[in-house]
């Protein structure tokens, strides 16, 4: 296992330039962002486990007498045994992270592996697959490249785990085939994440800031993005200005031409955006004046106003730089709109300590942030996962 984890991390660093590249290539993702948000978690990761792995495949030893004077002498031992033979479906929006981190924990699990890369990612999934048949012994991990045609036929075979990063529409039909061969799977997914803004946030500017973070990292094709903004009445229009300023902050008046802006990954996503774009009813607020241009997949920095929960916008998870903001009067108004929906994957809430506390109490999502959006993600030490349609 320290062998395969060991020519990984040598392979990862000897590939970092290629994958940067190929990453920038397929998303015009900065290779800032993808080092930051990518490649270093999974180098992280690596480290992590050939650090703690002599622990982590130890036995759990459990003396049995405190609770039960009859066994004594006895006691009992929980030992780590690999699952077997993974499939691991990469995902297009984090073509590293999503495709190399489950493979990192497979191997640090005794198992070996099939990978399928994203093909709407084609420059990451040559890159990858170039790496892995260099560094990784091929009776332990397997690459295999293709598109729908490749993917439903590896879903045809038998395996010990299926692991899929994507939407809810592809997890029930890789959920459905796990399920033939009672095969343990797990599903990252995602839904339309709130951020919910209450009138005693204490400092908007910075609010704003952190949820236009979230929202244009990756031009908004992140499962953990801020979806929606529900913002209380009284703060709204104040809420509204600061994310217009954060948006130019970041990526100036004309974000077509910063080098940190990032496309959107094919056509049909972009023509989906412009669709649900056309058919809001609320809005539609920029400071630059830019217009969303096909060719290049450029969609700019969009903030809509005014949105009511039956808006296309609400429709379908965004997965673009698209903000709906919808306004408040109570918090309870705020929770029966979240809870009215299917449990997202994240949820972000702005406000005091009691008004935080409130929401999270009366809410349920995958993982939670106060104060913050997506950094909450870099910590290792806590789970991730959705509930029910988010994972």
């Not at 009992?76 to 297009?92: F, M, N």
């Not at 204490?202 to 953990?224: E, F």
């Not at 979240?338 to 300590?353: K, T, W």
Request: charged share 20%.
């Amino acid at each position: 296992r320290k062998r395969q984890l060991r020519s990984l991390l040598q392979g990862l660093r000897a590939y970092k330039k290629a994958l940067l590249d190929a990453v920038y290539l397929d998303l015009h993702k900065s290779t800032t962002e993808t080092d930051f948000l990518e490649y270093s978690a999974v180098e992280f990761d690596i480290g992590l486990a050939l650090d703690n792995l002599d622990k982590w495949a130890q036995p759990d030893r459990h003396p049995l007498a405190i609770l039960q004077p009859a066994f004594l002498m006895s006691r009992s031992e929980v030992r780590k045994e690999p699952l077997g033979t993974v499939l691991i479906l990469g995902a297009w929006n984090y073509p590293l992270r999503l495709l190399l981190l489950p493979l990192v924990g497979a191997l640090a699990a005794g198992n070996t592996a099939v990978v399928k890369p994203s093909e709407l990612a084609p420059h990451t999934a040559v890159v990858v697959g170039q790496l892995i048949e260099q560094f990784l012994d091929p009776r332990f991990v397997r690459v295999m490249q293709g598109g729908v045609l490749q993917a439903t036929e590896l879903l045809r075979q038998h395996f010990d785990h299926y692991f899929f990063t994507g939407n809810g529409v592809v997890g029930r039909i890789v959920a459905k085939a796990a399920a033939e061969h009672l095969s343990g799977v797990t599903l990252e997914l995602g839904g339309k994440s709130p951020a919910v803004v209450h009138a005693d946030t204490a400092d908007l500017s910075v609010a704003a800031y952190r949820i236009m973070w979230a929202k244009l990292a990756n031009a908004g094709q992140t499962c953990v993005t801020v979806d929606y903004v529900l913002v209380h009445r009284s703060v709204k229009d104040d809420l509204v200005e600061h994310l217009l300023d954060a948006a130019v902050a970041m990526f100036g008046t004309v974000a077509a031409a910063s080098p940190d802006y990032g496309r959107i990954i094919n056509k049909r996503n972009w023509r989906r955006l412009q669709d649900l774009l056309d058919r809001t009813e609320g809005q539609i607020l920029g400071k630059g004046g830019e217009e969303p241009v096909e060719e290049d997949l450029f969609f700019p920095p969009t903030i809509v106003d005014g949105v009511l929960p039956s808006d296309s916008l609400m429709s379908e998870e965004l997965f673009g730089p698209i903000l709906p903001i919808i306004t408040y009067d109570t918090l309870e108004e705020a929770l029966a709109l979240v809870n009215s929906r299917d449990q997202p994957l994240a949820l972000y809430v702005f406000g005091s300590a009691a008004s935080s506390q409130h929401v999270l109490a009366n809410t349920r999502s995958g993982v939670a942030s106060v104060n913050d959006t997506m950094f909450l993600l870099g910590s290792h030490g806590n789970p991730f996962g959705g509930v029910g349609p988010s994972g």
